[in-house]
């Protein structure tokens, strides 16, 4: 009987690390991790070279899984030329574990060629959050603002969006908190304008605190992949 219900044990849990499994790593578009810097640049933790200056000042400070950046006001990394095949058209989500004080905090952010605001996943100073996706002439496909933020406190954001299935979803410390069906328009491929995470193309919005983990992922995760990344990043 022992025997029998320590085999059913052992199934039971190799069943839940299944349904916990990662999402791939092929499906990373720009990951930092927030554990190196190097000449000015945050190490971007899948290899891509070139990429990741720092303007202003963030240093390395304790997170979540071990370091995190420090970001002061006004502060960013400035993602720069990232293989265009690589942006995302169909899927997205963007994820990150933030710490900030009361205020409206821009986690990242991209604008295209024709001045679009493509992304906007914030934490508002109305201390609600906010996940939006825009496409070519400022055609806003949903915008979410919802939930109640806790100030100081780690926290891990992912906005998740696809318009192969036609939703978008805002999941915060693993939850889902919010989900709406959307038209299913691909967004813009053009970041002509920049990238940046912890401040807006033209300089607002400041992200004033600790990030970690900054994930940008070509797919719509599911709530257990997002769960996993959340918890081991991208794995070995």
Same mark, same amino acid.
């Given at each position: 009987?022992?025997l029998?219900?320590?085999?059913t044990?052992?199934?039971a849990?190799a069943?839940?690390?299944?349904?916990?499994?990662?999402?791939?790593?092929?499906?990373?578009?720009?990951y930092?991790?927030?554990?190196?810097?190097?000449?000015?640049?945050?190490v971007?933790?899948?290899?891509?070279t070139?990429?990741?200056?720092?303007?202003?000042?963030?240093?390395l400070?304790?997170?979540?899984?071990?370091?995190?950046?420090q970001f002061t006001?006004?502060?960013?990394?400035?993602?720069?030329?990232l293989?265009p095949d690589?942006i995302?058209?169909? %899927? /997205?989500?963007?994820?990150?574990?933030?710490n !900030? $004080?009361?205020?409206?905090h821009?986690?990242?952010?991209a *604008?295209?060629?024709?001045g679009?605001?493509?992304?906007?996943?914030?934490?508002?100073?109305d201390?609600?959050y906010?996940w939006?996706v825009?496409?070519?002439n400022a055609?806003?496909?949903?915008?979410?603002?919802?939930?109640?933020?806790?100030w100081?406190?780690w926290?891990?954001?992912?906005?998740?969006?696809?318009a192969t299935?036609?939703?978008?979803?805002?999941?915060i410390?693993?939850? %889902? /908190?919010a989900?709406?069906?959307v038209?299913? !328009? $691909?967004?813009?491929?053009?970041?002509?304008?920049?990238? *940046?995470v912890?401040?807006?193309?033209?300089?607002?919005?400041p992200?004033?605190?600790?990030?970690?983990?900054l994930?940008v992922?070509?797919?719509?995760?599911?709530?257990?992949?997002?769960?996993?990344?959340?918890?081991?990043g991208i794995?070995?």
């Amino acid at each position: 009987m022992r025997l029998a219900s320590l085999i059913t044990l052992c199934v039971a849990l190799a069943l839940g690390s299944v349904g916990m499994a990662a999402p791939s790593k092929e499906n990373v578009v720009l990951y930092f991790d927030f554990e190196q810097i190097a000449e000015n640049r945050m190490v971007e933790a899948t290899g891509k070279t070139g990429i990741g200056s720092i303007k202003g000042q963030i240093t390395l400070v304790e997170g979540v899984r071990g370091k995190a950046g420090q970001f002061t006001p006004y502060s960013f990394i400035d993602v720069g030329a990232l293989d265009p095949d690589a942006i995302p058209t169909d %899927e /997205i989500t963007i994820m990150a574990w933030v710490n !900030v $004080p009361p205020g409206t905090h821009e986690i990242f952010n991209a *604008r295209g060629s024709d001045g679009t605001w493509i992304f906007h996943p914030e934490l508002r100073s109305d201390g609600r959050y906010r996940w939006l996706v825009r496409t070519e002439n400022a055609h806003t496909v949903f915008d979410m603002q919802t939930g109640v933020v806790a100030w100081n406190t780690w926290t891990h954001f992912a906005g998740v969006y696809s318009a192969t299935a036609g939703y978008a979803a805002l999941y915060i410390n693993g939850e %889902e /908190i919010a989900r709406q069906p959307v038209t299913g !328009v $691909p967004m813009m491929q053009d970041w002509g304008m920049g990238a *940046r995470v912890g401040l807006t193309i033209d300089d607002a919005r400041p992200f004033s605190g600790r990030m970690d983990d900054l994930i940008v992922w070509n797919k719509a995760l599911t709530a257990d992949e997002i769960k996993s990344a959340m918890e081991h990043g991208i794995g070995d």
